[in-house]
């Protein structure tokens, strides 16, 4: 069978394996997708058992028609949990990385499961797929705190670069769409990723906390004007970025970050502070590139 349904809407797009992993990513999908009146796309790729160069077209039938019942079980679960627009379905034969990312030109965003805290693989779609996104990637822990109920928070790190100011957007549209809290954090201990000509700030924790406050309240200021009735809360953490962000994900429902921030200096890879929260959040995280 050749490609299933074919949007060029605007839509949410969904790494779809029907895993165990995977339910907390569609459960997201959904939301985001009924919040932001999007259409759904959920995207399964499937794997070639055998060599690339063995033809066998009787078990190429069998495995796509599995992907098709797979996606089908997708979309009636989708409406289950309350998916009201139209839920378009791919099945594409390549890994799961470049599936998505060639599916992504029309979409939003893009939601994927993801192991739990610790046991991320180097190689997973977690890993690889913010690296290389032009869309932010929203990688789904879980829903909710065990009994689903979820705590209304979001938590978005800033550090003045144009990564931290894309993932403030970001986190600002979550939070006003869901009606949930934001809290932005401004870890600054980070001698390492400043300016040489910043350096002395670091002898006098007094003054980086007020230099970074001015900062962090010039970045949040045109939010706050935006959205005066939103409950945003601002504060510099003297801690390294990941130490502050992981003890305010303690608390959150979603974790939202920059793909690399102001120390980031390969554009092929995720930063320093973004990959640590892929690994250690116990909750959900965005991750949202520089250019969104």
């Known amino acids: 069978m050749g490609e299933l349904d074919r949007a060029q809407r605007p839509h949410v797009l969904l790494g779809y394996d ?60 989708a409406r289950k949990l309350g998916m009201p627009g139209t839920v378009g379905k791919r099945l594409r034969p390549e890994p799961v990385s470049d599936a998505l990312v060639g599916e992504s030109d029309d979409a939003e965003l893009i939601v994927i499961g993801s192991h739990e805290r610790h046991h991320l693989p180097v190689g997973s779609t977690a890993v690889q797929l913010p690296a290389r996104a032009r869309r932010p ?110 003890e305010a994900a303690d608390r959150a429902d979603l974790l939202v970050v920059g793909d690399r921030g102001a120390g980031g200096l390969d554009p092929l890879l995720l930063g320093a502070t973004s990959s640590a929260m892929l690994q250690h959040a116990p909750c959900t995280v965005a991750i949202v590139p520089s250019a969104h």
């Open 137 to 246: 990637v929203l990688a789904a822990r879980r829903y909710g705190h065990g009994d689903g109920r979820t705590r209304g928070s979001v938590v978005v790190g800033v550090d003045g670069s144009a990564g931290g100011d894309a993932a403030l957007g970001f986190a600002m549209e979550e939070a006003v769409l869901r009606e949930w809290s934001l809290q932005v954090v401004f870890g600054v201990w980070e001698p390492g990723a400043v300016d040489e000509a910043e350096l002395p700030l670091f002898t006098d924790k007094e003054r980086l906390a007020q230099v970074r406050a001015d900062t962090l309240e010039r970045t949040v200021a045109p939010w706050r004007d935006r959205y005066p009735k939103a409950d945003l809360q601002a504060s510099v953490a003297l801690d390294r970025p990941r130490q502050a962000l992981l």
């Open 18 to 77: 029907a895993s165990e992993d995977n339910d907390p990513a569609l459960r997201w999908a959904v939301d985001e997708a009924r919040l932001r009146g999007l259409d759904l796309v959920m995207c399964h790729c499937w794997h070639w058992p055998y060599s690339a160069d063995h033809v066998d077209d009787h078990v190429e039938t069998i495995i796509k028609r599995a992907g098709e019942k797979l996606l089908e079980h997708g979309e009636a679960r």
